[in-house]
């Protein structure tokens, strides 16, 4: 076999087949695919087993995109801009797709960017393995493990959780745990309301409570501990009679307040 070299209008640009490693060598040169009918335009078939499909070497970049897929227009309806798709059944570690920042240096440098215009959600998770739907494994310190800031709500939550399930298994809809009895200075939940507005409301609906099943319950099984399970402080600026705790109860025939030793 023979090197084959087409050239174009520059010295520098041409096509090469390199006979002796077998491959097809763009220098200088565009490949560029219009494709006027409904088939697909590219199909690469690798039988590649340890080594990379596709690698994109774009080093050189400064402001632009390595890669860029583009659509506008009306025609797109169901169809996704990206897709990927694994039905692989080998059960090894790996992710299906891996965003990397590997330098520590680029602290500008934003590992993955959802923007959504449309009144639509901007990211959806549908989990339907029995595990979990999202973890985040952070080592920030001095900084939030994560952060959702709304500053244009109005009748929205900023979080919420919901659940519909039927089974009666105990179980929490939210699990705080501080495992770490050293962490002294860690506080489970911490709320803080600017707003002349209730910290925290508790709507049970009609839900008819037993006596092991309050719609509080506070638990301590240090015997040796002694400080209060509830501890209540105010400050009023007046100095007038603002009660620190208070509870009311429509029935007459309802116990309002119990406390109950032994």
Request: hydrophobic content about 35%.
């Amino acid at each position: 076999g023979h090197d084959v070299i087409f050239y174009g209008d520059t010295a520098s640009a041409n096509m090469t087949w390199d006979q002796s490693e077998d491959d097809l060598v763009l220098t200088d040169a565009t490949l560029s695919i219009d494709q006027g009918d409904d088939v697909i335009a590219l199909t690469i078939d690798t039988e590649a087993t340890s080594a990379i499909g596709i690698y994109l070497d774009c080093r050189m970049q400064q402001d632009s995109e390595g890669l860029y897929v583009y659509s506008a227009g009306g025609a797109r309806t169901t169809g996704s801009m990206a897709k990927f798709h694994s039905a692989d059944t080998n059960n090894n570690n790996r992710s299906v797709v891996e965003v990397i920042n590997d330098e520590a240096a680029a602290t500008g440098a934003v590992a993955l960017t959802v923007r959504q215009d449309a009144a639509v959600q901007g990211v959806v998770i549908d989990q339907n393995g029995n595990n979990q739907a999202l973890k985040i494994d952070t080592e920030a310190t001095s900084n939030h493990g994560a952060l959702i800031q709304t500053d244009t709500l109005t009748s929205g939550h900023c979080l919420k959780l919901y659940s519909n399930s039927s089974d009666n298994t105990a179980r929490s809809m939210l699990n705080i745990i501080n495992d770490n009895a050293s962490a002294t200075g860690a506080i489970g939940l911490s709320i803080q309301q600017d707003a002349d507005n209730k910290a925290i409301f508790i709507d049970t609906g009609t839900q008819d409570f037993d006596n092991d099943h309050g719609c509080i319950l506070i638990g301590n099984n240090n015997a040796s501990s002694d400080g209060p399970l509830f501890h209540g402080h105010q400050e009023h600026a007046s100095g007038g009679a603002q009660p620190v705790f208070q509870a009311t109860h429509t029935s007459s025939n309802t116990v309002t307040f119990q406390v109950n030793a032994s």
